[in-house]
């Protein structure tokens, strides 16, 4: 088996800070915290991936943005 090929977003914390690294192959794609690399990775089958890239792009639902309970 073949380590993965990690990739850095490019809205991460330039200092260091939040960061989140994805690796994709033909049966997974998997996400994890950059400052513990050798801790959990979340996997996610690639259509699932694809929803939620899809669900982030689209915004939230109803266009509205999200509101808080005191905001009403």
């Not at 513990?36 to 690639?46: I, K, M, N, S």
Request: hydrophobic share 35%; with cysteine; net charge positive.
């Amino acid at each position: 088996m073949t380590e993965p090929t990690w990739r850095k977003s490019s809205y991460s914390d330039a200092s260091g800070g939040d960061c989140v690294e994805v690796a994709a192959s033909s049966d997974a794609v998997r996400v994890r915290d950059s400052k513990r690399v050798t801790g959990p990775a979340l996997a996610l089958a690639p259509d699932s991936w694809e929803a939620f890239v899809g669900g982030l792009k689209r915004g939230p639902a109803g266009g509205s943005g999200a509101r808080s309970a005191g905001s009403r």
